[in-house]
């Protein structure tokens, strides 16, 4: 307690960094942040937070934020994202 006020971290589905990629890898998947929508790959996960403070609060907190998915589904997002932006872009370039 820090003066009447909790600090509460949402409890996330993986434990750490390390559980992220083994899950992932276990069930070839990708690694996705559903705020900012952005992919990885296990190998690319790794390199980028393997050396973070696993008991953070900001790497608990980015945890509730990941999940892991079939790339395929990524590949099909991003798909229907670029043909609707091809769609509006064209739509504007006419007189």
């Not at 190998?43 to 609060?57: G, I, M, P, R, W």
């Amino acid at each position: 307690m820090n003066g009447g006020y909790e600090f509460r971290v949402p409890k996330p589905r993986f434990l750490s960094i390390g559980h992220v990629i083994a899950e992932a890898i276990e069930h070839y998947c990708w690694i996705f942040n559903k705020e900012s929508l952005r992919w990885w790959t296990p190998d690319e996960f790794y390199a980028e937070f393997h050396a973070k403070d696993q008991n953070s609060v900001h790497v608990l907190n980015f945890l509730t934020k990941i999940s892991i998915r079939d790339p395929r589904t990524g590949i099909t997002a991003a798909f229907k994202q670029l043909s609707e932006l091809e769609v509006k872009h064209s739509e504007e370039k006419k007189p």
